[in-house]
């Protein structure tokens, strides 16, 4: 990464900081059964990362929930084989601020529609991910246990040394279907 970029993502990481909400604990912990729109950020950047949310995608509308999707490319344009659907979008470098933060007015309805759960499939700190995180509208957040995780997550999962998205979900949905069982 260019001395530029450094730059950028540091000066993008001290205005996220300072204007993204902080996610509360506060907030009561869903059930799994109570969710029904479900909201996933992940990163678009490789052929392998898309066929595990799309099998996180399947079992979730399986389940009975709706889910939309927003993936982050890494480029100045979205490639070819990236297709937009009315559940499924992207946002990419041309979509983001000089600091590296999503500029809003450019992203879809994915940041203000208001989800009962986000989950944060990724394992990369990059900051427009994490910026997104922040940006969500969710009634409760999930995410890889990341730093400052916290941040944007109202509940972290460590995956130890397995970083596959699909294990990374279904411990979400693990933990989600035993937390507040009657």
């Given at each position: 990464?260019?001395?530029?970029?450094?730059?950028?993502?540091?000066?993008?990481?001290?205005?996220?900081?300072?204007s993204g909400p902080i996610k509360s604990s506060q907030r009561g912990i869903?059930?799994?059964?109570?969710?029904?729109e479900i909201g996933i950020i992940y990163h678009a950047?490789?052929?392998?990362?898309?066929?595990?949310?799309?099998?996180?995608?399947h079992y979730l509308r399986d389940q009975g929930k709706k889910v939309w999707t927003m993936g982050f490319v890494n480029a100045?344009?979205?490639p070819n084989n990236k297709k937009f659907h009315i559940s499924s979008e992207y946002f990419w470098k041309?979509?983001?601020?000089?600091y590296n933060l999503p500029d809003t007015s450019k992203i879809g309805n994915f940041v203000t529609h208001r989800f009962?759960?986000?989950?944060?499939?990724?394992?990369?700190?990059?900051?427009?991910?994490?910026?997104?995180?922040?940006?969500t509208q969710s009634a409760y957040s999930m995410g890889a246990n990341l730093p400052d995780a916290l941040r944007y997550n109202d509940t972290i999962i460590d995956t130890g040394s397995e970083h596959s998205i699909q294990n990374l979900?279904?411990?979400?949905?693990?933990?989600?279907?035993?937390?507040?069982?009657?």
């Open positions: 990464m260019s001395l530029i970029e450094n730059f950028k993502n540091y000066v993008g990481r001290i205005f996220l900081k300072k869903p059930t799994f059964d109570s969710v029904t950047g490789s052929a392998a990362n898309e066929e595990q949310i799309n099998r996180v995608v100045n344009t979205l041309e979509k983001l601020t000089w009962d759960l986000l989950l944060n499939l990724y394992f990369e700190g990059d900051l427009p991910l994490l910026a997104m995180s922040s940006y979900a279904s411990q979400m949905v693990h933990y989600l279907k035993v937390i507040n069982q009657k």
